[in-house]
């Protein structure tokens, strides 16, 4: 309680100061607004007040007066005002040359005036075109500043993850010269960053490992493959340490690499213990009589000739009673069959033949020698059998830390390009579907999901399945399974994400689903989650979308070979999200100023052909589908021409209203014109928009609009019209609309029918 209490309080604060600073905002530009209209009121009474002062006033000297309030009034307020002005200025030179030379208009345009006025016109537009080009430069290079500012905080919130990194990340330009080191370095090879800035790989590496790391650097510069490769490299102390490198190409302009990627692993201690273990194969193969490992000499049927006494240990019998024992009775049935092939194939061919024999949870290596005599014949077989269990289970450890290590730098080097392309990204739904895109390429998918505090709700925004899964999704659940939200109270992360600001892993993703998808019962989880690529050794993790410690949503990563070393990954992800959607949003708002009706408070007809057209086209692009909706209000004009113009806009108000409470966010709602509304219905086909249309026409029927002496019930006509490839562009999609709905009226026959008014 005292938490909340504290984020309350500090939200309070936080709107206070807003506040405050959206009204000093607001007094510096109305200020701005008066100096303008002083400067431009002074520069007019100063041209009067030396008209008056010229004895002998003429075209010419009115025309030299009037060009300082022209260019005054071009340069403050624009091309339109300065044309305005040079206008004005003109007629009133005419009007005060007839007036003090006591001539007509008419003998004063002919006198020559008319060519002041057509400098003055030009003078006019002339100067306000060139403030407006010097004020859009100012703009222009105030937002570059500002991106660029973006992406230093960005670069510096990277590296301040990677310092934190086990392994070495670094990268280098071209030639190889480091860039950038994170602090694991010195950990690992006990220099200081700033010592290798500059420098590159080839002053440390082993004379001997030169040629082989040039070569491998030239592979990746030219082809941009990663590869995987191992080198040894000197460390401060002057010893030399074998190091695993993996590298990436970061692709710049032309498809070719502009920075390289690479993440280094100390594998020193593994070469040691390969070199040991080489070694003692090599001994025990030298060795008859190892005393570790089990060296049996037997005849050609399979009987013990002679045996070790780690042989006569492991197995449990004296050396006496092996002696004459046949190998095959010494095992169990199913590994007597594979070793008798396999002595069978080294009395055949005379070479040695290797198996491996799996004891419950130990696995032993058998390896079946011949041993020849004086004629090169098969005489004896020499079987030496070794516990591998250690080293198996080694190898599969460092397979997996390497599968690792591979997943982590494929992450880093997809995070880079995210990262590039969210400081240049315009369209955020465009970006999202190029992460989607590239997650998918590593096995992994991923939820965007926005939250609204109030309601206690997070909503989707993003979801990267094929629009053939969401559409089999939406048939079996029944619900927009890409536009779904669920309650904060049932999201187990929550607390992690909002309180803490660090992402979480789910081992079981089926149980946090449970809770959280909407009324679903576990016949349709069944269905549903294999669908989603979600299965019972499926991981997740949910990081939050942070923007200045504000909590904007959350981004959901799953797959099955996900692990909790992939969180600090995924965080990187989330914050290039959510810089991204808070540009966004910012952008979105800007735009919505402009392209809002102020009536209704919805998007005004700009405003829809402008994102109409950029869901048409992204509709084109990623193939899925896109509807609209014409609807207008019936027997409008007779309730303005009975009630009221006021009573008209009461109308326009509920109907945008309920048109906004009716469909999902992502839907364009507009103000066509007059007492026409057009909704832009994204990413639904023919079957969804017609239940948004059968819904709209039932919300709007039920609407009751009451004043002092009358009470209304309305209603309106709606047409319907689907994106296909007969439909080029907007303006055809919303005219098949448009159609729709006149057809919808004459089937109806609304035009006929009485006004629903009761007074």
């Not at 504290?6 to 008066?34: C, E, P, S």
């Not at 990268?171 to 500059?198: C, F, H, K, S, W």
């Not at 909002?498 to 989880?525: R, Y």
């Amino acid at each position: 309680m005292y938490i909340r209490g504290f984020a309350k309080l500090k939200g309070v604060r936080v709107a206070v100061f807003l506040d405050r600073r959206y009204h000093q905002n607001m007094t510096l530009g109305l200020t701005l607004k008066f100096g303008k209209v002083i400067s431009l009121v002074g520069s007019i009474l100063l041209y009067l007040l030396l008209f008056f002062l010229l004895e002998e006033p003429t075209d010419g000297s009115v025309t030299a007066l009037a060009l300082l309030p022209v260019m005054m009034a071009g340069a403050l307020f624009g091309v339109w005002i300065g044309v305005l002005a040079g206008g004005l200025a003109f007629g009133l030179n005419l009007w005060l040359l007839s007036y003090t030379r006591f001539i007509t208009v008419e003998h004063a345009f002919a006198e020559g005036a008319g060519l002041g006025g057509v400098v003055l016109v030009a003078l006019g537009a002339w100067t306000g075109w060139a403030f407006e080009q010097r004020r859009a430069m100012m703009r222009e290079l105030a937002a570059r500043r500002s991106a660029e500012t973006s992406l230093r905080h960005e670069q510096e919130r990277l590296r301040m993850i990677t310092d934190h990194l086990h392994e070495v990340v670094c990268y280098t330009d071209v030639a190889g010269r480091y860039m950038y080191v994170n602090a694991a370095v010195q950990t690992i090879l006990g220099y200081e960053p700033q010592e290798l800035l500059g420098k590159t790989p080839f002053e440390f590496v082993h004379p001997e490992d030169r040629a082989y790391l040039q070569e491998r650097f030239t592979h990746l510069l030219t082809t941009g493959e990663a590869g995987r490769a191992e080198f040894r490299f000197r460390h401060r102390d002057g010893r030399y340490l074998w190091m695993e490198v993996l590298g990436n190409a970061i692709v710049a302009e032309g498809n070719l690499p502009g920075e390289l990627v690479f993440t280094v692993r100390d594998v020193h201690h593994r070469h040691e213990q390969d070199q040991a273990l080489r070694q003692n194969v090599a001994m025990v193969r030298a060795l008859l009589d190892s005393p570790t490992d089990i060296a049996l000499l037997v005849d050609r049927q399979g009987h013990i000739l002679e045996a070790n006494e780690a042989a006569a240990q492991r197995l449990k019998r004296p050396m006496e009673e092996l002696i004459g024992k046949n190998i095959y009775d010494l095992s169990l049935p199913h590994l007597n069959e594979a070793r008798r092939r396999r002595a069978e194939e080294v009395l055949v061919s005379r070479k040695a033949q290797h198996l491996e024999e799996v004891y419950g949870k130990a696995t032993f290596e058998t390896s079946i020698y011949p041993v020849l005599d004086e004629r090169g014949e098969v005489a004896n077989l020499a079987v030496f059998v070794r516990d591998v269990t250690r080293y198996r289970q080694a190898e599969q450890a460092e397979r997996e830390r390497s599968e690792q290590l591979r997943r982590a730098n494929a992450l880093i080097a997809a995070l880079t390009q995210v990262a590039t392309r969210c400081d240049t990204a315009a369209d955020v739904d465009e970006l999202l579907h190029e992460v989607g895109s590239e997650l998918r390429k590593l096995g992994f998918y991923c939820l965007v999901a926005l939250i609204r505090p109030e309601e206690r709700q997070f909503v989707s925004r993003y979801l990267s399945l094929d629009v053939t899964v969401l559409s089999t999704l939406r048939h079996l659940t029944g619900f927009m399974i890409e536009d779904f939200s669920f309650r904060i109270d049932n999201f187990a992360p929550y607390e992690q994400l909002e309180q803490h600001h660090q992402g979480w892993f789910a081992e079981n993703l089926i149980q946090v689903l449970s809770s959280v998808l909407p009324g679903l019962s576990p016949e349709q989880l069944e269905q549903v989650l294999p669908l989603a690529q979600i299965h019972p050794n499926t991981h997740g993790i949910f990081t939050p979308l942070l923007v200045q410690d504000r909590l904007l949503g959350l981004l959901g990563l799953w797959g099955e070979t996900l692990q909790a070393d992939d969180v600090p990954a995924a965080m990187l992800f989330a914050n290039q999200i959510a810089n991204a959607l808070e540009k966004a949003r910012l952008y979105a708002e800007v735009q919505r100023l402009s392209m809002t009706d102020e009536l209704t408070g919805i998007y005004n007809r700009r405003g829809l052909l402008h994102l109409g057209r950029r869901e048409l086209e992204r509709a084109r692009r990623f193939q899925r589908p896109l509807s609209a909706l014409m609807l207008d209000v019936d027997h409008f004009k007779e309730i303005n021409d009975t009630l009221g113009h006021a009573a008209g806009d009461a109308v326009l108000k509920e109907v945008a209203l309920c048109c906004q409470q009716t469909v999902r966010e992502l839907d364009v709602v507009a103000r066509y014109g007059g007492d026409e509304f057009a909704i832009a219905l994204v990413e639904a086909d023919e079957q969804v928009a017609e239940e948004v249309r059968q819904r709209l026409l039932k919300a709007v029927s039920l609407l009751q609009i009451e004043r002092a002496d009358w009470v209304m019930h309305i209603s309106i006509s709606c047409g319907l019209s689907v994106l296909d490839e007969t439909i080029s562009d907007l303006e055809t999609l919303l005219d098949r609309a448009d159609q729709a709905l006149y057809r919808h009226k004459r089937r109806w026959k609304v035009d006929s029918a009485e006004v629903p008014v009761i007074h």
